[in-house]
């Protein structure tokens, strides 16, 4: 079992920054991969950026290439989103998710535990 609880949400004018974290419990947190997806009002949930367990490998969707950082801290049990130049569109619900069985994935269904998700609006 593994336990995750995002937090760092909020509101945000276009342009500014904000960094999410996600805090683990439950089975080693060095011993599996982590990512980022996220739901806007009237939109399937997609995905955002993974890491591997070490932290050395990182993978991010087109959309938020440059401009978000995924980043992990084996010590803490806690991985990171930091989101710069954030625009309206990234507006939604971001959630962070264990994937325990892949080095990395960006499907939805190859992720085996969830938090419950903290708002990110980004107002224009």
């Known amino acids: 079992q593994v336990q995750l609880v995002e937090s760092g949400g909020g509101l945000v004018q276009a342009g500014g920054s904000l960094r999410l974290s996600c805090a683990a419990s439950?089975?080693?947190?060095?011993?599996?991969?982590m990512g980022w997806f996220r739901q806007a009002p009237g939109n399937e949930r997609e995905f955002v950026a993974a890491i591997s367990w070490s932290g050395g490998n990182t993978y991010y969707a087109d959309s938020v290439k440059g401009r978000f950082t995924i980043s992990r801290d084996n010590a803490k049990n806690t991985v990171y989103l930091q989101m710069n130049s954030l625009k309206p569109e990234d507006t939604a619900v971001y959630y962070c998710?264990?994937?325990?069985?892949?080095?990395?994935?960006?499907?939805?269904?190859?992720?085996?535990?969830w938090g419950q998700g903290t708002q990110v609006t980004v107002s224009s």
């Open positions: 998710a264990a994937d325990l069985r892949h080095v990395y994935s960006r499907r939805e269904n190859e992720y085996d535990y």
């Open positions: 439950g089975r080693t947190f060095s011993s599996y991969a």
